[in-house]
């Protein structure tokens, strides 16, 4: 039992760390081809191997998508993938790994938290109050950088795209009340792609694709295998064996990873006002969780 949880542990700390590197992969691919392309790259092969996976470990639930999921997937997966990946990748085209790092992953709890008081009415006391007051301090340090903050366009990129994921995140639960979480996001990444593909097409994305160097092709191999597909099914056996509000803690690192990685593979440097931004927004989470992670 004690191995086990080690074990579960050991996996929930790699995929924090996957998924810090989701962000350096990111750059690294975008400054190789457009961004719009990039996202489609990646869901298109993470599509495939979600439903090869799928169809080898649950095929029943394959055979039971019907004509009549597809309005709730045709919606999610234009907010949550579309949507989200295409200003996620076109804001790491304008900003730093670290940047896009300190804005996102720190705010997307708290954001999801607001979307769920607005959009299922969830109460909204004290605790959540105070905890997007820290979010949001925490952004206007990061922003700022310890001057006069100011709003960049990489910025409101960044942000939209975390309100497209909150939306996502409190609808996103109906899905998963229809199917497993392995099925619905094997779909959700099917009807992602099939919706980037118009965006992609902007970019001239066969004549990018074909000189694409081997780089490219390793952090997209990255992205797919480590920070999606691995990530996936290790993050739901975490869930599953010690909570979402345990398992939920290792999301913490995730900023943390991102810009130790951006600092040793991308040279790029975090200021202390940058950091301790970071620090105010996990705090924020932490404090909106009631103390608890997830």
């Known amino acids: ?167 996502f995140s409190v609808y996103g639960k109906v899905a998963t009340q229809v199917f497993s979480p392995l099925a619905a996001n094997a779909f959700l990444s099917a009807f992602g792609a099939v919706f980037l593909l118009p965006l992609a097409l902007t970019e001239s994305p066969w004549a990018s694709l074909e000189h694409a160097p081997l780089g490219f092709w390793l952090n997209i191999g990255y992205t797919v295998v480590f920070g999606t597909v691995l990530s996936y099914v290790w993050w739901y056996e975490g869930i599953q064996r010690i909570g979402a509000s345990r398992a939920g803690v290792f999301t913490y690192l995730v900023p943390v990873w991102a810009m130790l990685l951006s600092f040793m593979i991308l040279g790029e440097r975090v200021s202390l006002p940058q950091l301790a931004g970071g620090l105010m927004a996990a705090s924020g989470i932490w404090v909106v969780n009631g103390g608890r992670g997830g």
């Open 1 to 167: 039992m004690i191995r086990e949880a080690t074990a579960t542990y050991l996996r929930l700390s790699l995929v924090s760390l996957f998924w810090g590197g989701i962000f350096v992969s990111g750059k690294l691919a975008v400054s190789e081809v457009g961004p719009f392309t990039v996202a489609e790259v990646r869901f298109l092969l993470s599509a495939l191997a979600l439903l090869i996976l799928l169809a080898h470990r649950r095929p029943e639930e394959l055979r039971a998508f019907h004509p009549r999921h597809v309005p709730l997937f045709l919606g999610l997966g234009l907010v949550g993938i579309t949507a989200y990946n295409a200003l996620f990748y076109f804001g790491l085209k304008l900003t730093s790994a670290s940047q896009a790092a300190l804005m996102m992953p720190t705010n997307l709890p708290v954001a999801t938290a607001l979307m769920a008081s607005l959009i299922l009415k969830e109460p909204f006391d004290w605790r959540k109050g105070l905890g997007m007051g820290l979010s949001l301090a925490g952004v206007v340090l990061v922003v700022g950088q310890g001057g006069v903050p100011r709003l960049r366009p990489s910025d409101l990129v960044l942000l939209t795209g975390v309100l497209c994921f909150a939306v």
